[in-house]
C-alpha cells in the first residue's frame, strides 16, 4: 500500500492545494463551500468543488491518510481510471444526498472531500472484505467489512441525532456510491462474493426504509 499511483498523487495534491489556498483566502472558500442557499441559487460547481476543500489542516490529513491506504486496494483490482470514477462519483453522490436532507436549510455548508473518501473506502471493503483494520481504541484488528458495517450504522445514528459538526450524510453518500459504482464496474462480485454484497448493504436498506417510514 506504499505504493501511490500517479492519480492518487494527483489526487491528494490537488485537495491539498485547494485546501491551503482556501485556509489563506476566505473569499475563495466562502465562494467554493458546500452551501445549500448557493447551490439553489444555481451554483451547482458546489456540489463538486466542496470536495476540494477543508476546514483545517488535520480535518485535510485525516482524509488524504485514509485515501492514501485504500486507494491502491481499488487501483489494484478495478485501474486508476475506475478509480477515478468511484472517487468523483462519490463525492458528487454524497453531496448531493446532503443536499436533499438539508434542502430547505439555506445556511447549511460542508466541506471536505470525506465523501469521496469514504466511497473509495467501501469500494476497498466491497473489493477487499477480509482486510484486518487496526481502529484507534480497539487493541485488536476487525474484518473490514464489520468495520463498514458499523461506520455506516453509526453514520445513520449521526444523521438521525445530527450528531456533532460533522456531514454524516454526506459520508452515507458517498459509500453508496463507492458500492453501486464498484459493482457497476465489476459486477462478478454478485457470482463470486454475494454474501459480502449483501451484507454491505444492510445499512443502505436501512436508511431507505427508515426514511420511508419518517425516522429520518
Do not use: C
Request: no cysteine; hydrophobic share 55%.
Amino acid at each position: 500500500m506504499g505504493n501511490l499511483d500517479l492519480v492518487t498523487i494527483v489526487v491528494i495534491a490537488a485537495n491539498v492545494i485547494i485546501s491551503f489556498k482556501g485556509f489563506n483566502d476566505r473569499g475563495f472558500f466562502e465562494r467554493y463551500k458546500f452551501n445549500v442557499g448557493g447551490i439553489r441559487r444555481g451554483e451547482k460547481i458546489r456540489i463538486f468543488s466542496s470536495g476540494f476543500l477543508h476546514v483545517d489542516t488535520m480535518h485535510l490529513f485525516f482524509n488524504m491518510f485514509t485515501l492514501y491506504f485504500f486507494a491502491p486496494v481499488v487501483i489494484a483490482y478495478l485501474g486508476t481510471v475506475h478509480f477515478l470514477i468511484i472517487y468523483i462519483a462519490s463525492l458528487i453522490l454524497g453531496n448531493l444526498l446532503s443536499l436533499y436532507f438539508h434542502k430547505d436549510e439555506y445556511h447549511y455548508s460542508a466541506v471536505g472531500a470525506s465523501g469521496a473518501v469514504t466511497g473509495v473506502l467501501y469500494s476497498a471493503i466491497l473489493l477487499e472484505p477480509s482486510m484486518q483494520l487496526g481502529i484507534l481504541f480497539i487493541p485488536l484488528p476487525i474484518p473490514a467489512y464489520v468495520f463498514g458495517i458499523l461506520y455506516l450504522l453509526y453514520s445513520i445514528y449521526g444523521m438521525k441525532n445530527q450528531l456533532g459538526n460533522i456531514g454524516h450524510d454526506a459520508h452515507f453518500g458517498g459509500a453508496i456510491g463507492g458500492f453501486v459504482v464498484t459493482l457497476i464496474l465489476m459486477p462478478s462480485l454478485f457470482q463470486t462474493d454475494l454474501l459480502m454484497v449483501g451484507l454491505l448493504a444492510i445499512p443502505i436498506v436501512i436508511l431507505f426504509v427508515m426514511h420511508k417510514t419518517g425516522k429520518i
